[in-house]
């Protein structure tokens, strides 16, 4: 909104040109979504407070997370409206990737909002877990397939350290790219179970894309690099920039001990738009290595419950998700998520190290 109302008057206005440059932009959209957690927070973690709004905490669980229970929960709101905002702000908004992200974003974000909604009734898990896949892969695929449709978007994958390996999978790449979406959110909400353990690698992943972003959205760049270009996809280098401000202002009131939790309010929607990026991007693949840490926690659930089934109630982890093992072995919650974020930044380097082994 700010670009289309300042960068026009640029040829009155010379100093009005800074607007156009993506960068810019991108700056002032992380600096605007962290002003608005900090100015908010305070304020939405006392109203979700004030209507008993709190996190159920599994009885199944570590014993020490029993006293976590009634923090406010639904945080994933504040992360969500201080994105949008930003992004509305600063975004080229005739830019259609622009709107798909802010979609998906939405859109799971109520999904989880749904889910977090009937959690809060005594004795309910959630909305049914079929009836959640369900409206997420409905999301998902009408994404994967405006995609596929938009003669300016490839229908090819790209292979990291392989350059001249772009397959095209045709429609198999809807089928991909909704796999990808749905997998990338349970993923990040499979991870949230302890103070700040989501959202600060959520926050890495997006740093990460930023980068990714910005090169395959310029010609030159994309070319020395040898990434697929992207007309337009530039501009979700906002959108990054504004999920990582967002990221760092909620982190300030979700670090250990939490005085908020996002819910499957916040997870799904970053997860969902973490893949989102991933696909737009052209880095689809890349996204096991740079979420690396999303990618062991969902591992570690299917083979925990895999093996209970086929051993007869045998664990190959003490509890799962894998953070909750390392817990049980007697690791402070603490330095569980200190560690786990120290892996994310080590992944993320090594995804933007890919860019030149090609």
Known sequence: MIYHLLYPLSDTYSWLNVFRYITFRTIYAAITA????FVLGPWVIGKLQALSI??????????????KKG???????????????????????????????????V??????????????????????????????????LVVSIVLYMDPHFSSN?????FKTLLPDLGWGYVILSTFI?????????????????????????????????????????????QIPYVAGVGELSVFCGAMVGAGLGFLW????????????????SLGGALGTIAILT?????????????????????????????????????????????????????KVIVRFWIISVILALIAISTLKLR
């Open 34 to 37: 962290l002003a608005i957690c």
């Open 54 to 67: 709190g996190q159920p905490i599994r009885h199944d669980g570590p014993n020490s997370h029993l006293a």
């Open 71 to 105: 923090t406010p929960t639904m945080g994933g709101v504040l992360i969500i409206f201080s994105v949008v905002i930003s992004v509305l702000l600063w975004s080229r908004l005739t830019v259609g990737y622009v709107w798909i992200m802010l979609m998906i974003t």
């Open 107 to 140: 859109g799971f974000g109520l999904i989880g909002f749904c889910d977090d909604c009937r959690k809060l009734s005594k004795g309910s898990k959630g909305v049914p877990k079929r009836i959640r896949l369900a409206g997420e892969i409905i999301l998902a």
């Open 157 to 161: 994958m790209t292979v990291p350290f």
């Open 181 to 225: 979406i749905v997998g990338a959110a349970n993923a990040v909400n499979l991870t949230d179970g302890l103070d700040g353990l989501a959202i600060s690698p959520a926050t890495i992943c997006f740093a990460t894309y930023l980068l990714f972003a910005y090169f395959a959205g310029n010609i030159k760049l994309a070319g020395y690099l």
């Open 253 to 268: 009131y979700n670090t250990y001990p939490a005085q908020i939790f996002m819910g499957d309010t916040g997870s799904l």
């Open 282 to 334: 052209k880095q689809e693949i890349l996204l096991a290595i740079v979420g690396g840490i999303f990618v062991v926690e969902t591992i570690s659930v299917i083979f925990q419950v895999g093996w209970f089934k086929v051993s007869n109630g045998n664990r190959i982890f003490r509890m799962a998700p894998i953070h909750h093992h390392f817990e049980l072995k007697g690791w402070a919650e603490p």
